[in-house]
């Protein structure tokens, strides 16, 4: 019981990673809508929790030990992500015309399932693959794979529910106040892109 607690907490906890929170927190300032923004923190966790699970099946089923750094050289993706997330979010709020798919909100679902995707291929998505490794049976393997992403669909879950609260809650009755919110978060998703590529640059230099 104690192990399992401790894996749906694991994954709980790498929801809240930096990169994963400025994604969603600019995701879901497209939302007026609570229930909306929920579901895109769900199909987040559950585009993060594919890519960890089907790379875990394949690495168990044919005994394969692909290494970190092959991982690792998904973060440029990451970042690159981040900063078009951020500057598609900035100039739709003063061109609200502007799209780059449509405004249906299953198609958002799947931008937010894409998103959590391409986390789950890179950096410390890549760590939960390497645990698995080193767990002898197969069967704990996909156990752990199943109640890890669990968890991180939880988290992902709470955590857009809490950067919806100013955006769906009409907390920010100024609509001066709330451009400066979205601007605020959309410039921080940017900038912590470009540092995520900086980064990957400097490791690979």
Not at 50 to 70: C, H, L
Not at 78 to 92: A, E, N, Y
Not at 160 to 172: D, H
Request: aromatic letters at 12%; a positive charge; one cysteine or more.
């Amino acid at each position: 019981m104690i192990k399992l607690l401790l894996t749906i907490y694991a994954g709980l906890e790498h929801a809240f990673e930096p990169d994963h929170l400025v994604a969603v927190n600019t995701l879901v300032s497209e939302r007026d809508n609570l229930k909306q923004s929920l579901k895109d923190g769900i199909y987040w966790g559950i585009g993060h929790t594919t890519t960890i699970f089907f790379v875990g099946i394949i690495m168990i089923i044919f005994k394969m030990n692909i290494g970190e750094d092959v991982f690792r050289n998904f973060e440029a993706f990451v970042g690159l992500m981040l900063i078009t997330l951020g500057v598609f979010r900035i100039l739709k709020m003063f061109y609200p015309n502007i799209r780059l798919t449509s405004q249906h909100s299953h198609t958002l679902h799947r931008a937010a399932f894409g998103v959590g995707s391409i986390h789950g291929l890179a950096g410390s998505g890549a760590l939960v693959i390497m645990v698995i490794t080193q767990i002898k049976s197969p069967v704990d393997s996909f156990i752990y794979l199943i109640i890890f992403g669990l968890g991180s669909i939880i988290g992902m879950f709470l955590a857009s529910y809490l950067f919806s609260i100013p955006y769906t809650k009409n907390l920010l009755k100024s609509k001066k106040a709330l451009r400066i919110l979205i601007i605020s978060s959309s410039l921080l998703c940017i900038f912590y892109g470009i540092n995520v590529i900086a980064n990957f640059l400097k490791n690979h230099a």
